[in-house]
């Protein structure tokens, strides 16, 4: 008795189909299929796809461009696409892995898995046709000049773009996942107040006892340790997740940009509880947050006092304001381009040309000496030269970024609080 052999498929009849360009292109629509979800079909709580338009269909322009010329190109530039595509994709599937490792897969993160899949797909297809395409028929002089001007191109294509571009995505998509656990002095009550732009944003409050009330920024999670020092010595605290962190809606963005927003509404909660005084709210900001609060207090009177402690600059604007034109544009220019297309919105003004407008809010300038590698001491110099009365500065010595409390605690103590009781109390 005999038994018909199962019919398979031979190895030439599924290359047919399955050819490199085929799966290239597969790969690429993954991508495309999660840059759609992320900025239209999924988006964070709070956003809709209206929030995306530029950015979004900006990136599924380039990603629909590259499919449709990978198909028409010769096979040096289908390397060139396929290793650039594939880079993106495996960047955009990056923020899948940071929340399945800081909380759980959720809405979009799962087509981010198969972004990360067709990423690696096209990485290994830019490599072999890079391979296979090479020319070999050539002297072995014109061979080696070729090769080395292919790699001077790519050893300056990391710096100038690849790098830049990943730290505008990175920091544009990922953020604190989890709210911590309040450490505070005194135990807080759970508030929430929502942006001029519809965001509710989550936080804790701590009443005042000595009836002035200090907003510490950003986060619920490294304002802590300033937290117990205002709240030994009277003063009432506001800590909240910023937009796109912890509890709050929105889209993250470490740079900070549309962040002075969520200041705003934090101050007019504050103004609209009867517990607080309105003529005596002030803010403490670190790093970002201190430039966000540059932002806010130049365009509000809700403040009457502020810290601001290891401010330099959250977009190119800062850069060449800080280190002049030419090394402003090479030591960051890509990534201010990158972060507004990742989040369709504009950088902020630069922070020197607010700092006039601060007053007669009063303004502390901390930063540390060493602070981002000796980096902090000319922007907070020139912030402080244009800022109008009252001012004051401080230079942590041997201090690192926003370090001071740490650093001289005592002295740190000292000089804040003394700074908020003149001006608040």
Known sequence: MSVAAAHFPSRSAVSRYVTERSLALASIGLVGLHVVDDNFLQPEPGMTAVDHLPGGLTLVALIAAGGWAYRRVRPGAR????????????????ESVYYSVAATPTGDDFTGFLSLAGGFVLLGIGIRTLWRSRRTDDSLRRRYLRRGVVLAGVVVLIPLFLLPVSIGYVLTHTARA????PHLGATPENVSFTTSDGLRLQGWFIPSRNGATVIAFPGRSGPQK???MLVKHGYGVLLFDRRGEGASEGDPNIFGWAGDRDLHAAAKYLQSRPDVDPDRIGGIGFSVGGEMLIHAAAHSDAFKAIVSEGASGQSIRDDIENVGLVD???SGGA???????FTSTLP?????SEIAKIAPTAAFFIYG????GGTETKPNRAFYAAAGEPKQIWEV???QHIAGITTEPAEYERRVIGFFDRELR
């Open 369 to 372: 000496e060493h602070g981002q």
């Open 348 to 352: 902020p003004s630069s922070l020197k």
């Open 397 to 399: 010595p041997n201090g």
């Open 328 to 330: 402003g544009i090479l």
């Open 226 to 228: 300033h937290t117990r």
């Open 178 to 181: 989890g709210v911590p656990t």
């Open 79 to 94: 390397a060139a696409l396929a290793l650039l595509l594939g880079f993106f994709g495996v960047l955009a599937g990056t």
């Open 335 to 341: 990534i201010t381009p990158a972060t507004a297309l």
